[in-house]
């Protein structure tokens, strides 16, 4: 139990890992190549940068699974569902897919997007959360997790059939889409991501299942690989293909590893970011308006429609500020996970 504990878990993550710090080294280059970029309008001077180097992660991700997979069929007896990682490979393939055709969508003028003249015009509204669905149907398809879901304050709710046919699909679409809302800077999704993906490693390896820790463990490697080139005077911009990646990928763990309770807690922020934007009808830029000092000004003064402008509301905050203040936020919402799974509540 202990090799399958620790070396089935290691192994693929660290293969996860080094797939996609190397596919991001190649994807830089190639994605500027194809003048699939887009302008960073937050430093004192414009660069155009390359997108979705989130199919990177999707990548290592998915080459870990298959690492596992390929040590369960000649190497040792696997001790999860064979069928359960590949669907999840597949279901976080095709949705970074939906994502790269979303960042695919580039401009040669600027147009008003989200209330920003930006040349990405990604997909239609309508079409985000209809394509989507498409990473929600191979676990649908097995009929991935349990039907008993735990729920905060309410105890063990039995959804039958339900789980599977309306709130995985539900699930995956609402996520992936929410994930999406909060960006604009430097090393928000990532860091944030990661501080996410982290918080499911640990809950998996002390509550969760194996499946679950396995899946975390390749979530957050393939994360780590990407976050270096995405900080402060990021080389490569994550794109769409990185969130909603990312959130079949959560929604994959919640589901297979037996945390959906601590997983809705630690996604409060993009909850909500998601009500915050849907205040304004979605039609919301997080991105501020730079001072000469590098500070940023929230883009509608003391109103509120993303976590961002209320960073910016807060203090006077650089982009590396931003990027460090959310991602300290939601450590603290890891920190109330964990404090209600002791409390009994969860």
């Known amino acids: 139990m202990v090799y399958h504990t620790f070396q089935t878990v290691i192994i693929p993550a660290l293969i996860s890992f080094v797939v996609a710090l190397a596919a991001v080294w190649f994807l830089r280059d190639y ?4 003048g699939i970029v887009v302008e960073d309008k937050n430093k004192e001077k414009p660069v155009n940068l390359p997108t979705s180097g989130g199919l990177a992660v999707a990548f290592g991700i998915v080459v870990g699974i298959l690492t596992y997979v390929f040590g369960a069929s000649f190497v040792f ?36 997007t989200t209330d920003l003249l930006d040349t990405k015009v990604g997909l239609k509204k309508w079409q985000k959360p209809l ?14 997790g349990v039907s008993t879901v735990s729920v905060p304050f309410l105890g063990v709710v039995d959804l039958g059939v339900l789980y599977p046919l309306l709130v995985l699909p539900i699930a995956v679409i609402f996520v992936s889409n929410a994930f999406n809302l909060l960006g604009g800077y430097d090393g928000v999704q990532t860091g944030t991501g990661g501080v996410l993906a982290f918080g499911l490693l640990v809950y998996s390896l002390l509550f969760g299942t194996y499946i679950g820790a396995l899946l975390s463990a390749m979530l957050f490697a393939g994360i780590m690989a990407l976050l270096p080139f995405n900080r402060y005077r990021a080389s490569v911009i994550p794109g ?31 909850f909500i970011e998601f009500f915050l934007h849907m205040r304004k009808k979605f039609h919301v830029t997080d991105v501020g308006k730079r001072r000469s000092d590098g500070t940023f000004e929230a883009p509608y003064g003391r109103k509120i429609y993303s976590l961002t402008h ?4 807060v203090k006077r905050a650089n982009e590396k500020d931003i990027a460090l203040y959310l991602s300290l936020m939601e450590v603290a919402f890891v920190v109330l996970a964990f404090g209600m799974k002791f409390a009994g509540f969860l």
Do not use: H, Q
């Open 77 to 112: 007896a696997p001790v999860v569902n064979v069928y359960e990682l590949l669907a999840v490979a597949l279901s976080i393939i095709m949705i970074a897919l939906v994502g790269f055709l979303d960042d695919l969508n580039i401009k040669t003028r600027k147009v008003m």
């Open 240 to 270: 769409d293909s990185f969130t909603y990646a990312v959130g079949a990928a959560l929604i994959s763990i919640m589901a297979l590893g037996n945390c959906e309770a601590f997983g809705v807690v630690i996604f409060l922020p993009w």
């Open 310 to 313: 209320l960073v910016m509301n």
């Open 31 to 34: 994605l500027r190549g194809a």
């Open 131 to 144: 394509l989507t669905i498409i990473g929600a149907l191979p676990l649908m398809a097995i009929n991935a």
